[in-house]
């Protein structure tokens, strides 16, 4: 499994000031919440969910217990230390970093990707670090590696 790619995903969604995504996900792997639940709760389609919950699956290959290992460990770390570098300002977006103006949230998705991968790379290293510590620090297994 390439816990790399779930967490590339999740750090992402939080550059891109996307954290509904991630509680979605947090709901569905560590609350057992199922889609239509989730749905309700806030306010969108089942079938959304689902394609959140399938892209996760599909970066993680579908090894589910891997998966949960990696929202457990890592989504904490994601939403709490990786701060959106994304401003949207009536209905556009502008990056923090270089300043390019962008038009929807999935042309900020690729920007983060093609322009700032080095940050993306970086914020993975870092977070595996950090998950990592804080598992030492409670006496836990290591947190799952790639």
Same mark, same amino acid.
């Given at each position: ?15 891109? *000031?996307?954290?509904?995504? @991630? ?13 239509? +639940? ?21 970066? *993680? ?6 998966? +949960? ?21 009536? *209905? @556009? ?38 998950? *990592?510590?804080?598992? $030492? +620090? $409670?006496?836990?297994? +290591?947190?799952?590696?790639?």
């Amino acid at each position: 499994m390439s816990v790399k790619e779930v967490l590339g995903y999740f750090i992402l969604k939080a550059l891109v *000031g996307d954290v509904t995504v @991630l509680n979605i996900i947090d709901d569905y792997f560590n609350l057992g919440m199922s889609p239509s +639940e989730i749905a309700r709760a806030y306010g969108i389609s089942k079938y959304t969910v689902r394609g959140f919950i399938e892209r996760v699956l599909v970066k *993680g290959r579908y090894r589910y217990r891997s998966i +949960e290992e990696a929202v457990r460990a890592y989504l904490p770390v994601v939403l709490g230390s990786v701060k959106p570098v994304i401003k949207f300002e009536g *209905g @556009l977006a502008r990056c923090a970093i270089c300043g390019k103006r962008l038009d929807s949230v999935a042309a900020a998705n690729s920007h983060i990707v093609r322009a700032h991968g080095d940050l993306l790379n970086k914020l993975i290293k870092e977070v595996m670090a950090r998950a *990592g510590r804080k598992a $030492r +620090e $409670r006496g836990v297994q +290591e947190a799952p590696a790639t």
